[in-house]
């Protein structure tokens, strides 16, 4: 069985909603792996896509300190200047050819997984068709076992604004999944965050069974793809973005988000300064960026980005579903609003009830004397 993985590189290194979802495929290929060893099987696989011109200057260190720890079997790296740019036609060639190299031109069964983000939303249906795959999309969990001669996929899909969960299987020789941002850990010096390493052996070393951790270098294969410009149809002329100097929200260790509560220039100022001495990113409510005081491309929420942060400060937010559904894969939630029965706080780890202009003032004072 094949796990092909497709990774996003930004800012000199990949991505972190990639690297969770990598992180899993490292559990999953782990585990067939033994299964298999009991019943005389053929192993399980991980492989990885990487389409971006930046790698083609990474040296074998560089990719063994990106990649090593999670024992890659084989990264197919495209660097052509298509690239550079998100571009659907040219992701997809990528992606079929690499495909058809891993599994001996689909023979093998595979699972494809992606973080679900934009950019796999807008191959995903695609993409399936050219690989003849079944697809889930946008999961928070998922597993899968062999089959047969296929595979067969578990996942958990949170539905209405993340106010239910639905439990879906699917059967086939190739599969398809997205994975929300935020569902898993990743591995850290090959150790995943919850404190296991990848072989399930916690920091104690309590597992006795475990495999040494694989740290051995990353074997790299050019991918060969017919995307020559000419061949596209479609191609990128401007990329609208926030500012150069934002921190990405999908990346964000920590965010924090202005509600209707922040209704003028000195709230904007307070929570620039909030976000500026925790280091973290800006984002708003549907409210504000519908009212020009934030750009949208930092609207969180149902029908903007949803975020998976380690620490989430919601000032002035009431707490609406729509906005909810961006914000549950939060690890900690501080809910700051005037209005102690606002929905917000039903879903926060922490709240503080009062007026932003004389909480955040404190709250940022504490921060500075704490950091010193």
């Not at 998922?142 to 578990?154: K, S």
């Not at 994975?179 to 404190?195: A, F, H, K, T």
């Not at 709230?267 to 750009?295: C, F, H, P, Q």
Request: glycine letters at 8%; a negative charge; aromatic letters at 4%.
């Amino acid at each position: 069985m094949i796990f092909l993985h497709l990774l996003t590189v930004q800012n000199g290194g990949i991505k972190r909603s990639s690297l969770e979802v990598l992180s899993r495929g490292r559990e999953l290929v782990d585990s067939i792996s033994q299964s298999n060893e009991q019943s005389a099987g053929n192993q399980a696989e991980l492989h990885a896509v990487v389409c971006s011109p930046e790698v083609a200057s990474w040296d074998e260190a560089k990719w063994a300190a990106e990649l090593g720890a999670y024992g890659v079997d084989t990264v197919w790296s495209a660097t052509d200047e298509a690239f550079k740019e998100h571009n659907n036609q040219a992701l997809l060639s990528a992606m079929q050819s690499a495909h058809a190299q891993a599994t001996d031109q689909g023979a093998k069964p595979s699972v494809v997984a992606m973080a679900s983000t934009e950019g796999v939303k807008d191959i995903l249906g695609a993409l399936s068709m050219r690989l003849g795959a079944s697809v889930v999309a946008d999961v928070s969990e998922f597993g899968v076992v062999a089959e047969g001669d296929g595979v067969l996929l578990t996942a958990t899909r949170p539905v209405m604004a993340s106010k239910a969960n639905t439990h879906v299987r699917a059967q086939a020789q190739h599969l398809m999944v997205s994975v929300r941002s935020g569902s898993y850990g990743i591995l850290e010096n090959g150790v995943l965050e919850n404190g296991e390493n990848q072989n399930g052996e916690n920091e104690n070393g309590e597992n006795q069974n475990a495999k040494p951790l694989n740290h051995q270098p990353v074997r790299i294969v050019p991918l060969k793809t017919e995307h020559a410009d000419s061949k596209l149809q479609t191609q990128i002329r401007e990329i609208i973005t926030a500012a150069a100097d934002t921190i990405d929200l999908n990346e964000a260790e920590a965010i924090v988000a202005a509600g209707r509560g922040v209704k003028d220039e000195a709230a904007k100022a307070l929570i620039a300064e909030l976000a500026g001495v925790l280091n973290a990113g800006i984002g708003a409510s549907r409210a504000l960026t519908e009212a020009g005081m934030y750009d949208p491309s930092v609207q969180i929420g149902q029908t903007g980005k949803v975020v998976s942060p380690q620490l989430y400060i919601a000032v002035g937010i009431s707490g609406a579903i729509q906005h909810v559904a961006g914000i549950t894969n939060s690890k900690v939630i501080v809910a700051v609003n005037k209005d102690a029965d606002a929905p917000i706080f039903e879903v926060a780890d922490y709240g503080i009830v009062g007026d932003l202009y004389e909480v955040l003032p404190a709250l940022i004072a504490e921060i500075k004397r704490v950091k010193g």
